[in-house]
């Protein structure tokens, strides 16, 4: 079992910026993925972006050059640094962690609001 803490959602203007963070704690495997989702009101849960214990990545396209995925390994935590944000940014922001497989998610993260007003 892993267990994953979020912080960092709120209220931002837009063209603001946010910073989320999820820590991940238990049975944590050398080779995993961390990454989030959101899901904005009346729509399906998306991709947003993942990094891999190697620091690979990978970015949804419509927040590729504004968000910057991150993580600190030694502290199991993975970091969402989102710039510019569009008030179309607006979800609940779930973090993920995957034990093999990139962006498909083993556990999820209880989700963190972020609201961007116009």
């Known amino acids: 079992q892993v267990q994953l803490v979020e912080s960092g959602g709120g209220l931002v203007q837009a063209g603001g910026s946010l910073r989320l963070s999820c820590a991940a704690s238990?049975?944590?495997?050398?080779?995993?993925?961390m990454g989030w989702y959101r899901q904005a009101p009346g729509q399906q849960r998306e991709f947003v972006a993942f990094?891999?214990?190697?620091?690979?990545?990978n970015y949804e396209l419509s927040v590729k050059g504004r968000f910057t995925i991150s993580r600190d390994n030694a502290r199991n935590t993975v970091y969402l640094q989102m710039n510019s944000l569009k008030p179309e940014d607006t979800a609940v922001y779930y973090c993920?962690?995957?034990?093999?497989?990139?962006?498909?998610?083993?556990?999820w993260g209880q989700g963190t609001q972020v609201t961007v007003s116009s």
């Open positions: 990094i891999t214990s190697g620091g690979i990545t």
């Open positions: 238990g049975s944590i495997v050398s080779g995993n993925s």
């Open positions: 993920y962690y995957s034990e093999y497989r990139r962006s498909i998610p083993d556990y």
